[in-house]
């Protein structure tokens, strides 16, 4: 069966958290032919792992690459998800922040329009600051 998965099917395969729906989430996911993983719920789970458990960055970008890479999972762009990953957890970005210098990196724009110095962190991209 293919299907959207969901941020909460994620969390409790990664968590293991609670123990008896981590091993229904883990069990779908291994018996899963293809998983659709929208980027958005991408961006979810690393909200929760960083807001609700706490993990710190290392362990959600291990996290995030784990889901990504994983038999099942399908994304639209494995690459620009992986390098969100990397820029969240090397450059002490917001996912989001991650996911618009890697966006910008990937498609060659390379200039984002935004008032977060964050984004000036890799040295990869122009950021532009409305005056």
């Given at each position: 069966m293919t299907a959207f998965v969901d941020t909460n099917i994620l969390i409790r395969y990664l968590t293991g958290d609670p123990p008896d729906l981590a091993a229904r989430a883990g069990n779908y996911m291994r018996e899963a032919d293809f998983l659709l993983l929208p980027d958005l719920i991408l961006a979810e789970v690393a909200y929760v792992l960083t807001s609700f458990y706490?993990?710190?960055?290392?362990?959600?970008?291990?996290?995030?690459?784990?889901?990504?890479?994983?038999?099942?999972?399908?994304?639209?762009?494995p690459e620009l998800l992986v390098r969100t990953a990397e820029l969240f957890e090397r450059y002490r970005m917001d996912f989001a922040d991650?996911?618009?210098?890697?966006?910008?990196?990937?498609?060659?724009?390379?200039?984002?329009?935004?008032?977060?110095?964050?984004?000036?962190?890799?040295?990869?991209?122009?950021?532009?600051?409305p005056s």
């Open positions: 706490d993990y710190d960055r290392l362990q959600v970008a291990d996290a995030l690459r784990t889901v990504i890479t994983h038999p099942t999972i399908r994304v639209l762009d991650a996911y618009l210098v890697a966006s910008a990196e990937h498609t060659g724009v390379r200039a984002v329009a935004s008032f977060d110095r964050d984004i000036d962190r890799p040295g990869t991209v122009d950021r532009i600051e």
